[in-house]
């Protein structure tokens, strides 16, 4: 049984860091796309970023310049640095994860190209 189980979130203040973390287990797939995506109240749920298992990353646009993703060395955890945080940067962090050999355009679009999904971790950005 895959599970995917995020950390790191809190609160802080606009310019303010934090790190996410997603560790996996239970997953026995060789390859991978893993993203992180977030919901803010009332918003629909938009991906923020997209590591495959061949360390390719893609990135939306909002996110970037401010947010990186990355995986350790096991391939287990996937991370989202997230650096010069706004208050429209709070939302609910979720991860997922799909099993495929490479983050397609799709997986920079649509949630339901995951099959995988943690429960979330809050992230808070106060003015």
């Known amino acids: 049984q895959v599970q995917l189980v995020e950390s790191g979130g809190g609160s802080v203040q606009s310019g303010g860091s934090l790190r996410l973390s997603c560790a996996a287990s239970?997953?026995?797939?060789?390859?991978?796309?893993k993203g992180w995506f977030r919901q803010g109240p009332g918003q629909k749920r938009e991906v923020v970023a997209a590591?495959?298992?061949?360390?390719?990353?893609r990135v939306a646009d909002s996110a970037k310049g401010r947010f990186t993703i990355s995986q350790d060395n096991a391939k287990t955890t996937v991370y989202l640095e997230m650096n010069s945080l706004k208050p429209e940067d709070t939302a609910m962090y979720y991860c997922a994860a799909d099993p495929t050999s490479m983050c397609t355009a799709q997986y920079l679009q649509s949630p339901t190209a995951y099959r995988y999904w943690g429960l979330g971790t809050q992230v808070t950005v106060s003015s």
């Open positions: 590591i495959d298992s061949a360390g390719g990353t």
């Open positions: 239970g997953y026995s797939y060789s390859y991978y796309c």
